[in-house]
C-alpha cells in the first residue's frame, strides 16, 4: 500500500514568487492535514481538510491557502514568498472523518526562499 | 489553548540502556496521543498512537502511557540501540480537527 507522496521534495524560489506544494493521501484516506516545520517553531499547524472542506486553519497569514480534489488529493499555495517561510512542509493522512485517526506523514517538501 | 511540552529537550544515552521520554500538555479534552519518530531532513514516522479511552499501547521495545488527568504520557524505549538515535515528537489530537505537537525529544544511542 503506498505511503503519502508529497511533491517536489525539494525547491528554490526567490522573494515575491509563489509556490504550490502537492500531496497524494494513502487511498481511501480522506483526511488530509498540512504542517511547517523550522527549528525556530517546530511542527505548526496549517489546514486541514476532509471531503474537499477546509474544517480548520492554523494562524498564518492568507498567503497560505490550500484545497482538496474530489480525488482527496491537496495542494498548497504560499503566494508572495518571504524569506521566512523556507520550512519543510509536510502533509499528513487519515482514514478517520475527525480528530481520532492515526496520521501518516509524507517526506516532507523542502522550501528554500532566497 | 492546549500546549504540548517534552522534556528533556536531548538525551543521550549508551547503547542497551533502558529509557523514558515525556510529553505533558495542558488540557486534558484530547482525542488521542500520538509518538512519532523522526529522522533528519525526513518525514515523521509513527510509533504508537493511543486513545483518550486508553491507558497504553506497546510495540515491540516500546510502551506509551497516558494519564489524561495529570496530562502526562511517557514512552518507554527498551534495550536501545544506536538505530533508535533520531527526534521523538509526541502529538495530541484535539477538538477542531487539530493536532498540536510538542517540540520534541532529540535522542542520541551511542554505540
Known amino acids: 500500500k503506498a505511503g503519502v507522496t508529497q511533491t517536489p521534495r525539494y525547491l528554490i524560489k526567490t522573494r515575491g514568487q509563489q509556490v504550490t506544494l502537492s500531496c497524494s493521501p494513502i487511498?481511501?484516506?480522506?483526511?488530509v492535514s498540512w504542517y511547517q516545520q523550522t527549528p525556530g517553531q517546530g511542527l505548526q499547524f496549517l489546514f486541514e481538510?476532509?471531503?474537499?472542506?477546509?474544517?480548520n486553519k492554523g494562524n498564518f497569514p492568507g498567503r497560505f491557502s490550500g484545497r482538496q480534489f474530489s480525488n482527496s488529493r491537496s495542494e498548497m499555495n504560499v503566494s508572495t514568498l518571504e524569506l521566512g517561510d523556507s520550512a519543510l512542509y509536510l502533509c499528513?493522512?487519515?482514514?478517520?472523518?475527525?480528530?481520532?485517526?492515526?496520521?501518516?506523514f509524507g517526506e516532507g517538501s523542502r522550501l528554500t526562499v532566497l | 489553548k492546549q500546549e504540548v511540552t517534552q522534556i528533556p529537550a536531548a538525551l543521550s544515552v549508551p547503547e542497551g540502556e533502558n529509557l523514558v521520554l515525556n510529553c505533558s500538555f495542558t488540557?486534558?479534552?484530547?482525542?488521542?496521543l500520538q509518538w512519532f519518530r523522526q529522522d533528519p531532513g525526513k518525514g515523521l514516522t509513527s510509533l504508537l498512537l493511543?486513545?483518550?479511552?486508553?491507558r497504553e499501547q506497546t510495540s515491540g521495545r516500546l510502551n506509551a502511557s497516558l494519564d489524561k488527568s495529570s496530562g502526562r504520557s511517557t514512552l518507554y524505549i527498551a534495550a536501545s540501540q544506536p538505530g533508535d538515535s533520531a527526534t521523538y515528537l509526541c502529538?495530541?489530537?484535539?477538538?477542531?480537527?487539530?493536532?498540536?505537537f510538542g517540540a520534541g525529544t532529540r535522542l542520541f544511542v551511542k554505540a
Open positions: 487511498s481511501g484516506h480522506r483526511s
Open positions: 488540557d486534558s479534552a484530547i482525542y488521542n
Open positions: 493511543i486513545q483518550s479511552s486508553q
Open positions: 499528513a493522512s487519515s482514514l478517520a472523518e475527525g480528530p481520532i485517526g492515526e496520521l501518516f
Open positions: 502529538a495530541v489530537g484535539t477538538g477542531g480537527f487539530k493536532t498540536i
Open positions: 481538510y476532509f471531503s474537499e472542506t477546509q474544517r
